[in-house]
């Protein structure tokens, strides 16, 4: 168990859904990254939120959006669902920003694989 | 802007050793990373290097030359459980983001160990 939780570790659901996803990164960790990995792709950063804010913003869709609360726990908001969305997402955490030479590399959840049907 | 390369697949026998090497081109070095990856499961961290040189950390060791843009994961006495996804992954400025750091990772290199 690497401390990053996340749910629900399997989604099914039609085009043209939403779903939310869920993370909880490891006690004291205050970043929280979320990639999506599709299949024979590379993890593709989507976006970071420190501490209750956004952070940084990669290849994230329109359709999709995310938030952390308060709790520092995250979640991944996706909507109009199209197949090509069918991926693992993987949500991961750290203790501060990445902007440290001595801070070390995310510790990632188990994913969630999102089929869109 | 970033670009990772790594070989696509590899293929070594129980025992041996092997070498995957990564390339980058990106801005803001702020280190490189080694994940593992099973097929469907998390990555998990292997290695950091922030620094020229090598880091050893018992069958694994990673290398680094920032000049070069180069690093290669080590893999010594093979087992069979070795068989997976290597990611290669580089921490960098985001484009717009201030201060923000993030992991790009590259493809990754799949790695199969023969018996």
């Known amino acids: 168990d690497s401390g990053v939780t996340q749910t629900p570790k399997h989604l099914i659901t039609a085009t043209g859904q939403r779903v939310t996803l869920r993370c909880s990164p490891r006690?004291?960790?205050?970043?929280v990254y979320w990639y999506q990995q599709s299949l024979d792709q590379g993890l593709q950063f989507l976006i970071q939120?420190?501490?209750?804010?956004?952070?940084a913003k990669g290849n994230i869709l329109e359709r999709f959006s995310a938030q952390q609360f308060p709790d520092l726990h995250s979640e991944l908001n996706l909507s109009s669902l199209e197949l090509g969305d069918s991926a693992l997402y993987f949500c991961?955490?750290?203790?501060?920003?990445?902007?440290?030479?001595?801070?070390?590399?995310?510790?990632f959840g188990s994913g969630t694989r999102l089929t869109v049907v | 802007g970033q670009n990772i390369d790594q070989p696509t697949e590899m293929t070594a026998t129980e025992g041996a050793i092997v070498q995957i090497n990564c390339t980058y081109q990106?801005?803001?070095?702020?280190?490189l990373f080694w994940y593992q990856q099973h097929a469907g499961e998390a990555p998990t961290f292997l290695s950091y290097?922030?620094?020229?040189g090598l880091e050893e950390k018992g069958r694994f060791s990673s290398f680094l030359s920032r000049s070069k843009g180069y690093s290669y994961l080590l893999l010594k006495e093979l087992q069979m459980k070795d068989s997976a996804s290597y990611l290669c992954?580089?921490?960098?400025?985001?484009?717009?983001?201030?201060?923000?750091?993030?992991?790009?990772f590259g493809s990754g290199t799949q790695l199969t160990v023969l018996p």
């Open positions: 991961a955490s750290s203790v501060g920003t990445g902007s440290s030479l001595t801070e070390g590399g995310y510790t």
């Open positions: 006690s004291g960790d205050l970043s």
């Open positions: 939120y420190y501490n209750g804010e956004e952070r």
């Open positions: 990106t801005s803001g070095f702020n280190g």
């Open positions: 290097n922030v620094l020229d």
């Open positions: 992954a580089v921490r960098d400025s985001v484009p717009h983001s201030g201060s923000a750091r993030q992991l790009t």
